[in-house]
């Protein structure tokens, strides 16, 4: 097709819109922030006298001095929130012939927590992009070394001659084969020719999950490709040398499906790895991917996803293109990140894994501003700003393709001078990991390495269309949760501490904004404190009888109730605006908590000690794989414990803490009948009481529930006796 006339090519590739009733929310927030400095004035004009209460109500101003800094942080994303939609129709009547070669990286750690089958689902997926083949490259990272993700893949390779042809025949979606045979029939695809890729599909899996049970590929299999040879040496996951292996060369007129039609190049690699050389996690096996893909197919996008992450849109890529290609802003675009969405959430939610808030509200404030950040899955990047390449008002995007190996080369050839690239010593006295690549040394690698490319000039998109672009598996117990949350909080806390923190490197290279978006998540750890304060503290100090809190008949009264009733009414619009429940806005309150006094907590702690020596960030892989009954107790939305994590105690402990101050305090207001005791103490029989209610699913698994899933009997027999212990201290 031709380039268009100049008419059309004035047309842009992508529209921006901005959020509805902007100016009004703006009103709203000023009478919140209005609110909370009043409450301030408050706590500084009645200070009392008596030293210990001097002492905790300075605390307690402290913490709402946080909460309101806190606060005014996360409305800069709801100041300025746009959205985004794109033209794919134009972009096909532009440039069909001169698309730019995509090089897709699917990334995976270990096998026994990330299976072959959910990898090689997600490969298959975004093989099957509707896209040209010619122009699309999938590689399949292993850092668990495992030859039954190599057999896993050497069988998808095999399966893809089918499953493509079937995809584009029928125009299915999702492209995901265990994903699409989940789902309904779909009428415009004939009876037999499903039940035959069906059947396919499910030989495939037999043989995969035969190998996988017996622990090893099966001799007669090996023999077959040359690949498993490579595992003749290897010691161990942690100790054995590149492997690299080009299953299918896009390149070769003979790698066609069953239909004559070409197949995308895939590549399974594993890079080096020996117990002498740090391995930097998910971030070295990325620049490894960088480098051997820039050997190989040199695509000039490049498409990162997880392995549990398949696409769930076919047309993600072309979105994609509309930015990087738009004529009047596509040269100042380095990424475009797609949201981190999920199939298997329970109908209310019970983790609050969707993140609704962050996926709908708060990443479109911040792409406001000039990008959302990295979350290192889903995420389309330009090559050359991802490799470290600064922006420039010249810099113009070339549309022709630099195959650096287009018949050169034999498949073979290339895998033996591609390896060099992903061996341990090669990045020794390179810029890799610092300013090339994806950065170390930190364990949300994605998030800083997003924002060292913003602050080289370049900006990002954010692209949540109806159809979602990719889904993922979000966490089924509530400690799954709260350790990828610690992670997370700990990660973007070194970040504020490192050189490269949005309101130190960042100064005069983003906009403020954005450096409020990013200290957003960057002081989700430092949270804990204020947060652990306000649900001890108040509640024994109600079992005192003491108020910390203007009584109800005082004027001071209003700016507490202001505040209180409209952040609950506009936290629960925002939920239901934007299609979700009012269980599942409980349920996000309830993580909230729990993430702020554990996660966060142990987040904090351990990056203090990472700070000053004591201990080394390390990286938790979240598990994929549950227990049967774990799986339907979380469909039936029961939280989950079953073990005696040190996380567990602490918010047994806080429950029962609280279970018992409001118990033996409403039993001492009730004792002594002075109206004037109950008007002073109410907030905090309120707080106290919200505390209760909110924790009805820790006495659950404390005292009633029978099942697995329950809080072991150690965890109830701590946290009674640090509860009670803690209340007689404060009183006696």
Known sequence: ???GSEGERALPLFETKEAKFKNAYRLFAISMFIGICMIWVYRITHIPLNLEEKWVWMLLFLSELWFGFYWVLTQSVRWNRVYRSTFKDRLSHRYEDKLPGVDIFVCTADPTIEPPMMAINTVLSVMAYNYPTEKLSVYLSDDGGSDLTFYALLEASEFSKYWLPFCKKFNIEPRSPAAYFSTESDLFVDVEGLSSIKQLYEEMEHRIETAAKLGRIPEEIRTK????????SVSSQRDHQTILQVLIDGRNPNAVDIDGGALPTLVYLSREKRPSHHHKFKAGAMNALIRVSSKIS???IILNVDCDMYSNNSESVRD???FFMDEQKGHEIAFVQFPQSFDNLTKNDIYASSMSIISEVEFSGIDGYGGPLYIGTGCFHRRETISGGKYSENYKFEYKENFVNQVQESASELEKTAKILADCAFEEGTQWGKEMGLKYGCPVEDVITGLSIHCRGWKSVYFNPTRKGFLGIAPTTLGQTLVQHKRWSEGDFQIILSKYGPLS?????????????????CFWAPNCLPTLYYSVIPSLYLLKGISLFPRITSPWFLPFAYVIITEILSSLGEFLCFGSTLQCWWNEQRIWLFKRTTSYLFGFIDT???VFGFANSGFDITAKLTDEDVSKRYEKDIMEFGNSSPMFIILATLAMLNLVCLLWGLQRMIM???TSNFESLFLQVLLCGFLVVINLPIYNGLFFRKDNGRMPTSVTVKSIILAVLTCFLILY
């Open 1 to 3: 097709m031709g380039n």
């Open 225 to 232: 490709h040359k690949g498993f040879s490579e595992w003749n």
């Open 298 to 300: 040199n695509g000039k």
């Open 320 to 322: 994609a293109c509309c």
């Open 505 to 521: 490197y960042g100064v005069g290279r983003i906009k403020l904004g954005l450096q409020m978006a990013y200290c957003i998540y």
């Open 608 to 610: 203090l000690l990472n």
């Open 672 to 674: 002594n009948t002075k």
